[in-house]
């Protein structure tokens, strides 16, 4: 039998050389299926972090550093094994989650006792701790007890994401000068980008046009309501309407007359 190094946290398991395929390198889904709800009720963040009956512990080497708390993502370096055999997985350089449920329950109640730089050889007598009653086969006999070796390397905290202010945060950019510095950068990328043509005549009047920026003129640099004069939202209707109104009001008062009638020939 030849061991592997395993590339998945949940996953501690071999392919024997002579008699299995790749597919054997998972665990059956009817046993993650029975451990996952043990492993969440036995071991969860709130429980105190001390062996069950069935697992010992045998410290070779003290950690140098910080216990392992829930949650926290350690890098370990293992091997794993039935006794009197080979062993079927090792790592050099693991990420696990402490307390995640990701391995087997004697592993994920050891590793809550350990601190970074600790090594320890981990013997899981309990065969409900460790591969079950049905094992997996051939590699792991039905209720084989299995012994680790667990060398913490380094632990880090987890990642802490507020996704209610992240929620709340307006990323769009609000103030005149930020809109400006936005809208800059975005005609200095198109012009990179080759996107940008020199137009010529009405063209480039048109295109000025279209890509004036007008409404900063209008918006407050501290971030405050302009005066409702000010806004373009309600300005610039009122002065087409004014517009509008005074060519009516000239055209049907006679201000504008017709000189010269048509000659026809």
Known sequence: ????????????????????????????????????????RLFSTAAPATLPEGVTKTVSKPGSGKLLKPGDIATVKYTCWVPNSAPFARSENQKVVVGGAGMIDGWEAAIKTMAIGERAVVKISDPTLGYGANGVPPVVPPDAEIELDIEVMDSNAPLKLDFNDIGNQNLAPTKASEIAKVFEEKMQKK????????KEGLDFWIDRFQNAYIFGLFDSETGETPPWFLRPSITFPLAFLVVGGAFYFVVASGGITQRGEQIKD
């Open 1 to 40: 039998m030849t061991a592997f190094t395993m590339k998945h946290p949940s996953i501690l398991v071999v392919v024997a050389a002579t008699c299995c395929s790749s597919s054997m390198g998972f665990i059956p889904s009817g046993y993650r299926r029975q451990h996952t709800h043990q492993s969440s």
């Open 191 to 198: 012009a990179e980008a080759g996107e940008l043509e020199e």
